[in-house]
């Protein structure tokens, strides 16, 4: 049975989740204690939030494979899996019976700051940033629902910058303005971690409804109500909801903003007027930090082993993708089985070429643990022939986040091959002796080194 909303699935953390009942600030020290945690720390939930009676935020929700795999309802180990196997499926969303979300309305003028611990992040952000609103929308003419995580800074009592970079709503964007229309949207804050990670699962601009990925990562439909003052539909068990108008034509620099990459961005973004806030009795505001935990297992899991998926289907012996942390996507290491150098050759610009955010790859052969960063290195220390096994694409197209290419609009990107390649046997790891390895992990073990 799926997670009925956030709360369900913080209650059922048990004691992985740290309730924080000393009184902490939406200005800098939230983000700081969540961008502190290490990723096997329980989540938080900060229950006295200075200037915010009644609120609670929380963080460090999906920090690690354990929790995320709880949020699945799965094991670790068949985490990706499960991801894979759910994602083929779609479940429709459906009308809700209960919708807490409408526990209270605010439609009149109201200072946003004032109403929401929307957090501030880094020393030098230009303002409180919201950083996991669900933007939720319609395209116009068709009706088709758009669904994506931007970030949205707060430009006044009723004003949001939003930064819209990635299909499809950037794409809904442009067809409301060709039309000269305000795109009516709603942000969704405080959902349960399926439902986030379908926001962000790499699409493409193909545009298939995320609310229906959602369900079928859950496995149950997600109930749905109309929003309040906007054409647009909004989960009924979300925390709180943002509805308003994507002003056709508008423009205001929005920024600076330390950024997933751990680097600073700003850009002249569209603005949205906020028309109404809905949010539940004692609400729960939902934090992250960008470059913290958070954002590496949300891209692992739906940049990632969604190219996991994609790539298996066009090359044989592709076994396991991980993300390097704190990339922002933008390095990964694959692990194959028996592929051959040209294959592998074949695997790299397929990668480099799904992915505009993938700058480096590394392939290495499944005896190498792709989440140790100590054993990838290895792997390129003892196996990888630099002259050989380095392929180099210019005249790409650059991330607009990543702050090596600001400005520049053309990028680069490289792969590398660190799997033996059909080598002999001075490739191979000089193993332990496997009953003095046992003997030795018991003895580790119970002396907790
Ligand atoms: C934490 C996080 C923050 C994001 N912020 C933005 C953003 O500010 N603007 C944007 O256009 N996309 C942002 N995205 C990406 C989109 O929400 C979405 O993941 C992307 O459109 C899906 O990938 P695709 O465009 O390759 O299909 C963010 C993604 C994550 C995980």
Redesign the pocket.
């Known amino acids: 049975m799926a997670w009925r909303d956030l709360r369900a699935f913080l209650d059922g953390l048990g004691s992985g989740l740290r309730r924080v009942a000393e009184p902490f600030s939406p200005r800098f020290e939230i983000a700081a204690a969540l961008r502190e945690a290490r990723a096997d720390a329980p989540a938080l939930l900060f229950e006295s939030v200075v200037g915010h009676p009644g609120w609670r935020v929380c963080g460090n929700l999906i920090a690690n494979r354990e929790r995320l795999a709880r949020a699945f309802e799965t094991t670790p180990a068949q985490l990706a899996e499960a991801y894979l196997q759910r994602r083929q499926q779609g479940i429709e969303p459906v009308g809700a019976t209960q919708v807490p979300v409408k526990d209270v309305v605010v439609t009149q003028a109201d200072d946003l700051t004032g109403l929401l611990p929307i957090l501030t992040h880094h020393e030098l952000d230009a303002a409180p940033y919201i ?2 609103g669900v ?1 939720l929308c319609r395209e116009p003419g068709t009706g088709r629902r758009g669904m ?5 800074q707060v430009h006044g009592p009723r004003r949001l910058g ?9 794409l809904f964007h442009a067809a409301a303005e060709a039309r000269g229309e305000p795109l009516e949207v709603a942000v969704a804050l405080g959902l349960e971690p399926a439902i986030v990670v379908a ?7 193909q545009v298939p409804d995320k609310m229906a990925i959602a369900g079928a990562l859950r496995g149950e439909p997600v109930p749905m109500v109309p929003g309040e003052t906007v054409a647009v539909e909004v989960p009924a068990r979300a925390e709180v909801v943002i509805e308003g108008r994507v002003l056709p034509g508008v423009r205001q620099h929005e920024g600076p903003f330390g ?2 990459t751990g680097a600073y961005f700003s850009a002249d973004s569209a603005v949205i007027e906020v028309t109404a806030v809905t949010h539940r009795r004692e609400p729960i505001y939902p934090g ?1 930090t ?1 470059w913290a935990n ?2 590496d297992m ?2 692992w899991l ?2 990632g082993t969604e190219m996991l998926g994609q790539l298996r289907a066009h090359v044989a012996g592709v076994a396991d993708l991980e993300i390097a942390s704190g990339t922002a ?1 933008f390095s990964m290491v694959i692990a194959v089985a028996g592929t051959s150098r040209s294959e592998v050759r074949r695997l790299i610009h397929l990668a480099l070429a799904f ?3 993938l700058k480096s790859v590394t392939v290495v052969d499944d005896d190498v643990d792709i989440r140790n960063p100590r054993e990838v290195a290895w792997a390129m220390a003892t196996r990888h022939r630099p002259a050989h096994d380095t392929i180099v694409i210019t005249g790409t197209d650059a991330y ?2 990543d702050p090596s290419a600001a400005g520049a609009g053309q990028g680069s990107k490289i792969g590398f091959d660190a799997t033996r390649g059909g080598g002999g046997a001075a490739l191979d790891k000089a193993r332990l002796e496997p009953q003095a390895l046992a003997k030795a992990r018991a003895l580790l073990g119970d002396m907790m080194i």
């Open positions: 950083t996991t933007v994506g995580i931007h970030r949205m939003l930064f819209l970079a990635n299909p499809p709503l950037t926001s962000v699962c790499k699409v493409g601009p950024e997933n992250l960008p958070d954002v949300l891209l739906a940049a996507g992915d505009k955010r607009v986040i």
